[in-house]
């Protein structure tokens, strides 16, 4: 798998790129609410954008999710000139749920499904989170 080289852009770049990810992500009926998160935000280095979505439940098919991705990662990479890495939030595993709902707010259509979404992702990241650093713990100190 090709990593794409690290790059840097202005904060001015990089406020514009996210306001045409999110002009293009509008668009988009199934898209309930979108978020971006990690390296690109931080200013510092980054290597793509990374792009968190959740979809109208029954949008599409669980075992098209990994298709959905790779070709909307495909068509905003070529929208922005930039690599668009799309993960999906309804099915996700709780941390990355987590991680991911620290980024930014690209947009959002239903206010209320975003606030039930991050209730229940912290609900069960704080009952996941004491087990996970205690199995971390246990693994390091082996």
Same mark, same amino acid.
């Given at each position: 798998?090709?990593?794409?080289?690290?790059?840097?852009?202005?904060?001015?770049?990089?406020?514009?790129?996210?306001?045409?990810?999110? *002009? %293009?992500?509008?668009?988009?009926?199934?898209? #309930?609410?979108?978020?971006?998160?990690? /390296? =690109?935000?931080?200013?510092? +280095?980054?290597?793509?954008?990374?792009?968190?979505?959740?979809?109208?439940?029954?949008?599409?098919?669980?075992?098209?999710?990994?298709?959905?991705?790779?070709?909307?990662?495909?068509?905003?990479?070529? *929208? %922005?000139?930039?690599?668009?890495?799309?993960? #999906?939030?309804?099915?996700?595993?709780? /941390? =990355?749920?987590?991680?991911? +709902?620290?980024?930014?707010?690209?947009?959002?259509?239903?206010?209320?499904?975003?606030?039930?979404?991050?209730?229940?992702?912290?609900?069960?990241?704080?009952?996941?989170?004491?087990?996970?650093?205690?199995? %971390?713990?246990?693994?390091?100190?082996?």
């Amino acid at each position: 798998m090709l990593h794409p080289r690290p790059r840097r852009v202005p904060v001015e770049q990089r406020d514009r790129l996210i306001q045409q990810l999110s *002009d %293009l992500l509008r668009n988009r009926p199934e898209i #309930l609410f979108a978020l971006v998160h990690g /390296s =690109f935000l931080a200013g510092g +280095l980054f290597r793509d954008v990374d792009l968190a979505l959740y979809l109208e439940p029954g949008a599409i098919q669980r075992e098209a999710f990994r298709d959905y991705e790779l070709e909307h990662g495909v068509r905003w990479s070529a *929208d %922005l000139g930039l690599p668009v890495d799309v993960r #999906l939030l309804n099915d996700a595993p709780v /941390s =990355f749920r987590y991680h991911a +709902l620290r980024g930014v707010v690209l947009f959002v259509q239903d206010e209320e499904v975003l606030d039930e979404f991050r209730a229940r992702t912290w609900d069960e990241y704080c009952d996941f989170a004491p087990f996970a650093r205690r199995y %971390l713990q246990e693994v390091m100190d082996e």
